[in-house]
């Protein structure tokens, strides 16, 4: 069972968990598994683009009433 939680497994059946271009960020037939490191998005984002994702999230959650601490997790 464990192999089918195995990064390798997850990243060879990455279209199976794609949700298409549901967000602004989206880019057509991009990939949800990237590389397997929590943390590392930093390779892809620059700090500016990262800030506006952030605010894109955090807005988003307002707009719901969501008291989810977001910063504990994301910031």
């Not at 497994?9 to 590389?35: C, L, N, T, W």
């Not at 929590?38 to 999230?57: F, R, V």
Request: hydrophobic content about 35%.
């Amino acid at each position: 069972m464990q192999r089918l939680s195995s990064f390798e497994h997850i990243k060879a059946i990455d279209h199976e968990f794609y949700p298409g271009e549901v967000s602004p960020f989206a880019r057509p037939g991009g990939q949800m598994i990237r590389s397997g490191k929590k943390g590392n998005s930093g390779e892809m984002l620059t700090p500016a683009q990262q800030a506006h994702i952030d605010a894109w999230c955090k807005a988003g959650l307002a707009r719901l009433g969501s008291d989810f601490p977001y910063d504990r997790y994301f910031g």
